[in-house]
Every structure is written in C-alpha cells, then in structure tokens.
C-alpha cells in the first residue's frame, strides 16, 4: 500500500495505528521524537508522514517547517491542538491534512489510502504528461499536482492548494466564496473552514510570485471571496 512514516509520543496510540496500517498491507516506520523523525526522513523515502504536535523535544510545527525545506513528502498532521491557530499553521507551512486527535485509527487509514490513490493517479498523469489549464502566464498541470510559468519550471501544489486552484479555474472568472471552496477543501481536507481558505489563497499567491495588483491571477472579489482573473484555456 504505501511507506508510512509514524511520529508519535505516545506508545499505546503507535501500537493502535500500527495495527491497524500493517494489517491494510502498510510498511510503518516509528519516531517518538523530533531527533529520530529528521533522522529517518534524511535516511529513508517515505510515502507520507503522520506527525504529531506535541512532541517531548520539539514542536512539531518547527519540525513541519524543517522538513518542507527538504522534501515533499506528504505530512498529515495528527494533533491533540484543535484550535483553529494551529491548525492554519500547518497547513500554512505545507501540511497536506489535519486530523484532530481523539480519532478513529479507521478513518484515518481510508482517508490516507484516498489520499495515496490520487498520488499514484498524479504520478501516472506525470508519465503521460497530463492535462494542461493554461491562465495567464501560468500553466497548472492537475495530474502532477503542479504548475508550470513561462520558462517551463514547475512549481508543486499541496492537495488544498490544487483543490482551491482547480476550483477557481473551473469557475472561469465567476467569484467563489470563501465558504464554496470550504466545502471543495472538505471532500480531501479534514475540518476545512474559510480560514483554510484564506490561508491557501495566500500561498497560491506567493507562488504566483509574477501577479500583479494591476493584474492579479488570482482577484479578490470584496463581499465575496475569488475568482481567476485571467482567461483559462484547456488543453495544449
């Protein structure tokens, strides 16, 4: 099924998880620290990573941080912090999802196999070369989750960055709220909120980083929430 990485504290919620991962056919490698998380990430290729918050050495926010300036890797934030500051945090940082603990260990294992299967998907399109959206000088590739400007370098997007995204190219220069796309973020991103929303607006825009005020790719609506503000065309 996949190679998971498990950072967790606490011993009887690793035996839990374990459990049930290695029954589903999952490879399940274990870290009960910040110290032996970066070990194993710097070591090993991980499909995704399941991290909690809290952690006896470091918070697991500045471990989120650390591993995004190395790697890609999927991370599922696992977290006793409910509150909304953290969790738009994590996902500011590049956090692919946030599961509140406490936590069916059953659900989690099917939201992570959906979240897998559409990787594979992706990683498929890749090979194919994918489906081309082209808006602006940007070129948003769905299959690989990434998107291309206009010297052909691309940029990856997190499944609520792609989610958001795709929304708004769908919608093809009709404005979205904030609460419409909540609901899109919902089908793949546990507890999605308008917040989430603003949060993933903000990094799109950071990786759009040749928008203008002049000419935004992607246009607040005041009252309502987004919508692209360039032509999209499809196909190549």
Do not use: H
């Amino acid at each position: 099924m996949g190679r998971l990485l498990m950072v967790e504290d606490d011993e009887m919620l690793r035996a839990a998880i374990r459990e049930v991962f290695t029954l589903k056919g999952y490879r399940v490698a274990e870290a009960d620290c910040g110290e032996g998380f970066m070990s194993q990430v710097e070591k090993q290729d991980f499909d995704l990573v399941l991290l909690d918050l809290n952690l006896p050495d470091e918070d697991g926010l500045v471990l989120l941080r650390r591993a995004r300036a190395r790697s890609d890797v999927p991370v599922f934030v696992v977290s006793a912090r409910a509150d909304n500051e953290s969790r738009l945090t994590a996902l500011e940082l590049g956090a692919d999802d946030y599961v509140t603990k406490p936590f069916d260990v059953r659900e989690l294992e099917l939201r992570i196999r959906n979240f897998l299967s559409r990787q594979k998907r992706r990683n498929n399109g890749a090979e194919r070369g994918g489906n081309r959206i082209r808006f602006g000088n940007w070129t948003l590739l769905p299959d690989q989750w990434s998107l291309q400007d206009a010297n052909g370098q691309q940029l990856v997007l997190t499944r609520g960055e792609l989610d958001v995204l795709m929304a708004l190219v769908k919608a093809e220069g009709n404005a979205l709220s904030r609460e419409k796309l909540a609901d899109v973020l919902a089908r793949n991103i546990n507890g999605s909120n308008p917040e989430t929303v603003t949060v993933l607006v903000y990094r799109l825009r950071k990786k759009l980083v040749d928008e203008s005020r002049d000419n935004p790719v992607i246009v607040t609506v005041p009252g309502v929430g987004y919508r692209i503000g360039a032509e999209v065309i499809y196909g190549d």
